[in-house]
């Protein structure tokens, strides 16, 4: 059974900083494209970040120079370490692995598999 667990959410004040993990578990994810998505109260889930297999890094324009996210082939991770955060960035945050389509991996649409969430919550 596959399965991705995210952790490292919390609350934290505006300015400060978090580290999100989701370990997957079941299969290796080491070919598969990973990424993290946020939903923030009524909203739609968005893109945040993804890392391909190569280890290239993509952003949102929004958190671009503030988010960094990483893998761990090895370790069947990836990690996104948020800095000055804001109260914009307070969302339920999805993990994704594995794309089923050629569109793009900033679609929520094309992954086979999700984490059930972590809480980010920055105060202001």
Do not use: H
């Amino acid at each position: 059974q596959v399965q991705l667990v995210e952790s490292g959410g919390g609350l934290v004040q505006a300015g400060g900083s978090l580290t999100l993990s989701c370990a997957a578990s079941g299969r290796t994810f080491s070919m598969s494209i990973m990424a993290w998505f946020r939903q923030a109260p009524g909203k739609e889930q968005d893109f945040v970040a993804a890392v391909t297999p190569s280890l290239d890094a993509y952003y949102a324009d929004s958190v671009k120079g503030r988010f960094t996210s990483s893998r761990d082939n090895a370790k069947n991770t990836i990690y996104l370490q948020m800095s000055n955060l804001q109260a914009e960035d307070t969302a339920v945050y999805y993990c994704a692995a594995d794309r089923k389509s050629p569109d793009s991996f900033m679609s929520r649409y094309v992954y086979n598999y999700w984490g059930r969430g972590t809480q980010v919550t920055v105060s202001s």
